[in-house]
């Protein structure tokens, strides 16, 4: 029950990975709520292709049992913050002092909110059972 929620666990996070970037940039008045939500768009698009490697990675693994796999992943999920670092310096066009900040506030503050909505379909799905 827990993992057929993650899609609507995702659909949530969204909304609030903008919310959190609105408050983190709230002192740049051209970025609206809707640049932020459209930011956190692209990059869940990022992560889902990611993901969709990652997976496809795992399972090749547990087939052939190669250690260069497992390599290859671990160097993948280095990609993925890279590319959000790269994306927030890109969009928001800040120097690399501030943007790595907001970049580890953000990610700190994004996997309280997981957590927090993690709970509470854990909870929910309980329910369901």
């Known amino acids: 029950t827990l993992l057929h929620s993650l899609p609507q666990m995702l659909f ?4 609030l990975l903008a919310l959190l970037l609105k408050l983190l940039y709230r002192r740049r008045k ?3 709520y809707v640049n932020h ?3 956190s768009v692209h990059l869940y698009i990022f992560v889902f292709i990611a993901m969709l490697f990652l997976f496809s990675l795992n399972e090749l ?3 052939l049992h190669w250690g260069i796999l497992s390599f290859i992943a ?3 999920y280095v990609v993925i913050f890279f590319y959000q670092y790269k994306a927030m310096r890109n969009f928001y066009e800040q120097r690399r002092a501030k943007t790595i900040t907001k970049f580890l506030l953000l990610n700190l503050m994004f996997l309280f909110v997981l957590l927090i909505v993690f709970a509470l ?3 929910f799905s309980l329910f369901k059972i």
């Not at 949530?12 to 909304?15: A, G, H, R, Y």
């Open 12 to 15: 949530i996070s969204l909304p």
């Open 30 to 32: 051209e970025f609206y």
């Open 37 to 39: 939500a459209i930011f």
């Open 61 to 63: 693994n547990v087939g």
């Open 74 to 76: 671990g160097i993948m």
């Open 121 to 123: 379909f854990i909870f």
